[in-house]
């Protein structure tokens, strides 16, 4: 099945979970996955991300100059005047800018009506919402911050710009990671995770999408039953 996969990656730092996706390689040497838009705020993040996206561009092999680069032996070229399509797509592919605000939103929004016209269906969402609010040691600082409530934290509720673009795209499948601290999270006693759970699921619309854990014990499972909370923690000793 040589068909090529559209990949979002949202919230993408320097790119590690679209990386671990172009990287596979199926046996005969073909690699389905190709993202056609990451999306992060972060400027010395966007800059990682943006330059793993210009090395795909080479099949046969990273360019020469960029060795010459890693072992000192000159300062990092100008990618563009050395390779200006090569780069040129991958700031295409690699924008720098927040989501949650409205300009973000437009041309995220025309992005990923380009992507499904030319994937279909064909099509995957990845990213891992900003976890802070969500982590234990988060949690831990922001209590000792006076007046700091937790329903007035926008990074509560950045998890929605994810729901918003898998409303949109409408993939195949999506995968979505965070912190072991959202399990327990709360906003107005209301359980975070749930409201997270039941918000992807609708994203769905009238067909819903199923949510599946990374986890062995559900493997062997003939029907499909929404695994409890703490079924999603990923083990990584178990891997």
């Not at 070229?77 to 390779?83: A, E, I, K, N, Q």
């Not at 854990?213 to 703490?230: D, H, M, N």
Request: with cysteine; net charge negative.
């Amino acid at each position: 099945m040589n068909q090529k996969i559209g990949v979002v990656d949202l919230f993408s730092g320097p790119g590690g979970l679209g990386e671990g996706f172009t990287s596979y390689c199926t046996p005969s040497g073909f690699r389905p996955f190709n993202i056609e838009l990451s999306v992060e705020k972060e400027p010395a993040a966007h800059a990682t991300l943006t330059l793993r996206s210009f090395l795909r561009k080479f099949d046969n092999g990273f360019p020469k100059e960029y060795y010459d680069f890693l072992n000192g032996e000159r300062e990092e070229p100008d990618w563009r005047s050395l390779y200006s399509d090569e780069w040129s797509a991958a700031e295409h592919e690699a924008i720098c800018m927040e989501l949650g605000h409205p300009e973000t939103s437009v041309q995220v929004a025309a992005r990923l009506d380009d992507i499904k016209q030319k994937y279909g269906g064909n099509t995957i969402l990845v990213g891992g919402p900003p976890c802070q609010a969500y982590s234990l040691v988060g949690r831990s600082r922001n209590s000792g911050k006076t007046h700091y409530l937790p329903h007035e934290d926008e990074r509560h509720f950045l998890y929605q710009e994810y729901v918003n673009v898998l409303t949109h795209l409408q993939p195949a499948l999506f995968v979505m990671e965070n912190v072991k601290g959202m399990l327990s999270s709360a906003v107005k006693g209301d359980g975070i995770f749930q409201q997270v759970m039941a918000d992807l699921q609708s994203a769905g619309g009238p067909e819903s999408y199923r949510l599946l854990a990374i986890s062995s014990r559900t493997s062997g499972q003939t029907e499909w039953v929404l695994p409890s909370p703490s079924e999603f923690i990923v083990r990584s000793e178990e891997h």
